[in-house]
């Protein structure tokens, strides 16, 4: 029942970390869960003392680690956002004079006397946010406060955070959006175990989040031996690979695509073909391709390999999967598999780079743009 | 505006930031006091409730035992009222000073401000409660026939002050060492009966004869302020003696307490 503890370990959640923010920067904090990334933000809001090391800064902070602090439910709106400002360190004089902006920002002005707990969590949350908005201090720090909230509520606090640091005040922000961390941010700071790994330009390190977030395990598809053995034809192993062979499940938007089958045939079968499809996150069909595996079929073997291409430079950037089928003319499916090796494509150059993070498509079409 | 963020070194009582966050004071009492008495129809009423039952009841239990026996200097009842007033401002500034870290913890984790604005802002809300329960005391007092000392001006604003002292200093350790030790939150309301006893509020202290226990009585904190304000509004003469006795105490405690509180403060956020 009782363990004694013989040794303590040291843990660091944050080690050998150093970095220079200049007036006006914005940056994105960037990392995976456990890199230290908050650990950094309550360290720079001095709720936790550094072991060693020491930060020296100019100006006035504001720390957002959670929208609503201090929110009691007990307390009217109006109570609550003169709570809620004078924790985050608002005089009650600026308070007063930005009551109306926030309000109106929060879109409570009917509720505003009433206690909050009658408030619905969307409600709760724009007033949070409305009064965060609305802070004066030089130097903003922000974690990850925007990863709730409906598309439209998001909408008006990333304008809101645009407006901010058009303003010239300096912002330091984590989060795993990137499509948002994109749009807001100028710089980037990239954290792993507690590591600053680099500290670049904002494309620079979302790129490179992007291209390490995913395991390889999901470019390659292999039947199990006992699902085979009853089929006349069936696929035996599918790999994504690139222009050199290697095993890759991230491409680059003007990288070719390859993918090599290994499909099993028990008997001979005339007019079979194979079809590709490729599928979005929703599962809607993107293209398909069809080829006749009778071409490829050699007397005596088993197995027959094929490979295909995809050409650079159409697919947009996103994440998709494959569906593959083997069937005949008649319509008889003789395998089919759904929602198979995971492929990434990533935005390293393209006509629609600016919109980064917005849903125009699936595929980049050269369109051509004449007078009328 | 320069600022520097590094590990703990030298000890400082804060005294400037405190300044600074100034309106979070009103903020944090005003909040209380609200949320204390929200959705209740007597309201800060309630305040006077406990005083004037207390009174009422031991009145009744010894009243005549006591008054009888003694000499007061006080109807029995202003004499226990009196100790009420006080007393309650350190038990319920205590139980909420010492809980309040703990009831803060979520702010506590998400934002910086000066720490001592928690306990401190706890005990505030115990003062608004006496302001209530003396203005009550007032027309009580003249109904039993006394009245305030000239002294009183003085003696009055110094025993409330006491109070805060000693309610300051117990409380701020508590909060401070609540966080690391909840066995405390338990531990409290015990302690807090117990102590009303140890305290001259009931009876006087020359109810016993027991060396010991009379010398418990000297070092309680609240003595002092007891026995003072009881001076204010009665002829009684002042045992110097136990009363520096006491205040050396309440300032001992007040010492320990905020220079506990601010050395272990940095880890709050981690332990809350």
Same mark, same amino acid.
């Given at each position: 029942?009782?363990?004694?503890?013989?040794?303590?370990?040291?843990?660091?959640?944050?080690?050998?970390?150093?970095?220079?923010?200049?007036?006006?920067?914005?940056?994105?904090?960037?990392?995976?869960?456990?890199?230290?990334?908050?650990?950094?933000?309550?360290?720079?809001?001095?709720?936790?003392?550094?072991?060693?090391?020491?930060?020296?800064?100019?100006?006035?902070?504001?720390?957002?680690?959670?929208?609503?602090?201090?929110?009691?439910?007990?307390?009217?709106?109006?109570?609550?956002?003169?709570?809620?400002?004078?924790?985050?360190?608002?005089?009650?004089?600026?308070?007063?004079?930005?009551?109306?902006?926030?309000?109106?920002?929060?879109?409570?002005?009917?509720?505003?006397?009433?206690?909050?707990?009658?408030?619905?969590?969307?409600?709760?949350?724009?007033?949070?946010?409305?009064?965060?908005?609305?802070?004066?201090?030089?130097?903003?720090?922000?974690?990850?406060?925007?990863?709730?909230?409906?598309?439209?509520?998001?909408?008006?606090?990333?304008?809101?955070?645009?407006?901010?640091?058009?303003?010239?005040?300096?912002?330091?922000?984590?989060?795993?959006?990137?499509?948002?961390?994109?749009?807001?941010?100028?710089?980037?700071?990239?954290?792993?175990?507690?590591?600053?790994?680099?500290?670049?330009?904002?494309?620079?390190?979302?790129?490179?989040?992007?291209?390490?977030?995913?395991?390889?395990?999901?470019?390659?598809?292999?039947?199990?031996?006992?699902?085979?053995?009853?089929?006349?034809?069936?696929?035996?192993?599918?790999?994504?690979?690139?222009?050199?062979?290697?095993?890759?499940?991230?491409?680059?938007?003007?990288?070719?695509?390859?993918?090599?089958?290994?499909?099993?045939?028990?008997?001979?079968?005339?007019?079979?073909?194979?079809?590709?499809?490729?599928?979005?996150?929703?599962?809607?069909?993107?293209?398909?391709?069809?080829?006749?595996?009778?071409?490829?079929?050699?007397?005596?073997?088993?197995?027959?390999?094929?490979?295909?291409?995809?050409?650079?430079?159409?697919?947009?950037?996103?994440?998709?999967?494959?569906?593959?089928?083997?069937?005949?003319?008649?319509?008889?499916?003789?395998?089919?598999?759904?929602?198979?090796?995971?492929?990434?494509?990533?935005?390293?150059?393209?006509?629609?780079?600016?919109?980064?993070?917005?849903?125009?498509?699936?595929?980049?079409?050269?369109?051509?743009?004449?007078?009328? | 505006?320069?600022?520097?963020?590094?590990?703990?070194?030298?000890?400082?009582?804060?005294?400037?930031?405190?300044?600074?966050?100034?309106?979070?004071?009103?903020?944090?009492?005003?909040?209380?006091?609200?949320?204390?008495?929200?959705?209740?129809? %007597?309201?800060?009423?309630?305040?006077?409730?406990?005083? @004037? !039952?207390? =009174? +009422?009841?031991? #009145?009744? *239990?010894? /009243?005549?035992?006591?008054?009888?026996?003694?000499?007061?200097?006080?109807?029995?009842?202003?004499?226990?009222?009196?100790?009420?007033?006080?007393?309650?401002?350190?038990?319920?500034?205590?139980?909420?000073?010492?809980?309040?870290?703990?009831?803060?913890?979520?702010?506590?984790?998400?934002?910086?401000?000066?720490?001592?604005?928690?306990?401190?802002?706890?005990?505030?809300?115990?003062?608004?409660?006496?302001?209530?329960?003396?203005?009550?005391?007032?027309?009580?007092?003249?109904?039993?026939?006394?009245?305030?000392? %000239?002294?009183?001006?003085?003696?009055?604003?110094?025993? @409330? !002050?006491? =109070? +805060?002292?000693? #309610?300051? *200093?117990? /409380?701020?350790?508590?909060?401070?060492?609540?966080?690391?030790?909840?066995?405390?939150?338990?531990?409290?309301?015990?302690?807090?009966?117990?102590?009303?006893?140890?305290?001259?509020?009931?009876?006087?202290?020359?109810?016993?004869?027991?060396?010991?226990?009379?010398?418990?009585?000297?070092?309680?904190?609240?003595?002092?302020?007891?026995?003072?304000?009881?001076?204010?509004?009665?002829?009684?003469?002042?045992?110097?003696?136990?009363?520096?006795?006491?205040?050396?105490?309440?300032?001992?405690?007040?010492?320990?307490?905020?220079?506990?509180?601010?050395?272990?403060?940095?880890?709050?956020?981690?332990?809350?």
């Amino acid at each position: 029942m009782f363990k004694s503890k013989n040794s303590k370990e040291d843990f660091w959640a944050l080690k050998e970390v150093s970095f220079d923010v200049m007036p006006g920067d914005t940056v994105g904090i960037i990392g995976k869960n456990g890199a230290g990334k908050s650990t950094l933000l309550k360290i720079l809001s001095k709720i936790t003392p550094p072991t060693s090391g020491k930060i020296i800064g100019r100006g006035r902070i504001a720390s957002l680690l959670e929208v609503g602090t201090g929110f009691h439910p007990e307390l009217s709106g109006r109570e609550n956002i003169f709570m809620n400002g004078s924790i985050l360190g608002m005089r009650k004089s600026e308070i007063l004079k930005n009551f109306d902006a926030i309000v109106d920002f929060a879109g409570v002005e009917k509720f505003i006397d009433t206690p909050l707990k009658h408030y619905s969590s969307g409600m709760q949350l724009r007033l949070a946010f409305a009064v965060a908005a609305f802070l004066e201090n030089e130097i903003l720090i922000i974690d990850e406060v925007l990863a709730v909230g409906d598309a439209e509520f998001q909408e008006k606090c990333i304008g809101k955070m645009g407006d901010i640091s058009q303003s010239g005040r300096t912002i330091l922000f984590v989060s795993h959006q990137i499509g948002v961390l994109n749009k807001l941010c100028k710089k980037a700071i990239i954290f792993e175990k507690g590591s600053m790994l680099l500290n670049t330009d904002i494309k620079a390190g979302t790129d490179y989040y992007l291209n390490n977030l995913s395991k390889l395990t999901d470019s390659i598809w292999e039947a199990n031996p006992l699902d085979i053995s009853g089929k006349e034809v069936s696929f035996r192993k599918i790999s994504l690979l690139g222009l050199n062979g290697e095993s890759k499940q991230s491409f680059g938007f003007n990288e070719d695509i390859f993918l090599e089958f290994e499909v099993n045939i028990l008997n001979f079968v005339p007019n079979i073909k194979l079809s590709v499809t490729l599928t979005d996150k929703f599962q809607a069909y993107v293209f398909t391709s069809v080829v006749n595996l009778d071409e490829y079929f050699r007397e005596g073997s088993e197995i027959i390999k094929l490979k295909m291409l995809i050409p650079k430079g159409i697919i947009a950037p996103n994440n998709y999967s494959f569906r593959y089928a083997i069937f005949n003319k008649l319509g008889k499916t003789f395998d089919l598999l759904e929602n198979e090796t995971k492929i990434k494509i990533i935005d390293t150059g393209s006509q629609m780079s600016e919109f980064e993070g917005i849903d125009y498509g699936s595929v980049i079409i050269n369109t051509q743009w004449l007078k009328g | 505006m320069e600022f520097e963020i590094k590990p703990q070194s030298k000890f400082s009582l804060g005294l400037k930031e405190l300044w600074d966050y100034r309106e979070l004071f009103y903020f944090f009492t005003w909040r209380d006091v609200k949320v204390k008495y929200k959705q209740t129809v %007597l309201g800060v009423l309630w305040a006077l409730f406990q005083p @004037i !039952l207390m =009174t +009422v009841l031991f #009145t009744l *239990g010894f /009243g005549k035992l006591i008054s009888t026996n003694y000499n007061l200097e006080l109807p029995y009842p202003i004499f226990v009222l009196s100790g009420f007033l006080l007393w309650n401002i350190f038990s319920s500034g205590l139980s909420g000073a010492g809980n309040s870290m703990v009831n803060n913890a979520n702010i506590i984790k998400k934002i910086y401000f000066p720490r001592l604005i928690v306990p401190i802002s706890a005990i505030l809300v115990s003062l608004v409660d006496f302001l209530m329960a003396f203005i009550v005391f007032v027309p009580v007092l003249f109904y039993y026939g006394c009245s305030f000392n %000239l002294s009183a001006i003085l003696l009055i604003p110094l025993s @409330i !002050l006491l =109070t +805060v002292m000693a #309610t300051f *200093g117990l /409380g701020t350790f508590l909060a401070a060492v609540n966080i690391k030790y909840r066995d405390f939150r338990y531990i409290l309301p015990f302690f807090i009966q117990a102590l009303l006893f140890a305290t001259p509020v009931i009876y006087p202290i020359k109810i016993s004869d027991n060396k010991l226990f009379q010398t418990v009585l000297q070092l309680n904190p609240m003595n002092a302020p007891i026995e003072i304000f009881r001076s204010s509004i009665s002829q009684s003469t002042l045992n110097y003696e136990s009363i520096f006795i006491s205040i050396s105490v309440s300032v001992v405690m007040f010492i320990i307490g905020i220079v506990y509180f601010r050395k272990t403060e940095g880890y709050f956020a981690d332990l809350a």
